[in-house]
């Protein structure tokens, strides 16, 4: 998961500075995301996924498919 996260903000041509202020997170902070030394919170990993528009699946490894699952409207029933 950690090296996904790296080669994304790489992609994106975004320092861990940058990502940090983009996630309200310290430079610090982020880069222990990305070395795997703490766990990453769920809404983190979700503002990851949406900023890359792609599936916390694909940043956890569950799969290869970058694509973003479809929204879809819940109803209360």
Do not use: W
């Not at 994106?12 to 309200?24: V, W």
């Amino acid at each position: 998961m950690y090296r996904r996260i790296r080669d994304l903000r790489e992609d994106a041509d975004l320092t861990q500075k940058q990502m940090g202020e983009i996630l309200t997170c310290s430079q610090r902070i982020y880069s222990n995301y990305e070395c795997g030394d703490v766990d990453i919170p769920t809404q983190i990993l979700i503002k990851l996924a949406e900023f890359h528009k792609t599936s916390v699946d694909y940043l956890l490894g569950i799969t290869d498919d970058k694509r973003p699952y479809p929204r879809t409207k819940h109803s209360n029933k």
